[in-house]
């Protein structure tokens, strides 16, 4: 499955990078973690992709998308992972909003924005995107967006 789901979803991440020059990602939940399946960046990024190439904890934008739209949040131990998500949105903001966002801890000055993907029976994966900002860049969030729809609707109907 997750490999079907990484070259299904490659096309989009490239296209993602191509529009924003961001590091781009494409995470699922693995238990009490986030695994990284892809990882899109150019040699200008090469000092901080090390640390992204496979895992990173649930308490990062990716990890609270992909929980905030789970439909079994409400089972106590997803409960408690999310409130363990420090300084983040609710669930609830989230799946209003579409997206979550933090500042990355382990790469100071740099903002982890991340959307779902979703699959026929619900979310599947989150594109992530990482930029060295103190804020949310609105028109690089509204092209992520689109490339996550992008991306669902192939899922749900490949051609």
Request: proline share 6%.
């Amino acid at each position: 499955m997750c490999e079907a789901l990484r070259w299904q979803v490659m096309p989009f991440l490239v296209d993602l990078y191509e529009l924003t020059r961001d590091v781009v990602v494409l995470g699922v939940l693995d238990h009490e973690e986030v695994e990284l399946l892809a990882t899109v960046y150019s040699h200008r990024h090469a000092e901080s992709v090390p640390a992204l190439l496979s895992r990173r904890p649930l308490q990062c934008a990716i990890g609270a998308v992909l929980l905030a739209f789970r439909d079994d949040l409400a089972r106590p131990n997803l409960t408690r992972q999310f409130s363990s998500v420090e300084k983040g949105p609710s669930p609830a903001r989230i799946r209003a909003t579409g997206f979550a966002a933090c500042e990355c801890e382990d790469f100071p000055g740099t903002v982890e924005v991340a959307v779902p993907v979703m699959g026929p029976r619900g979310v599947v994966a989150a594109i992530g995107r990482f930029r060295r900002a103190e804020a949310i860049d609105d028109r690089a969030l509204e092209w992520q967006r689109r490339v996550a729809a992008a991306a669902s609707i192939n899922l749900r109907d490949p051609r």
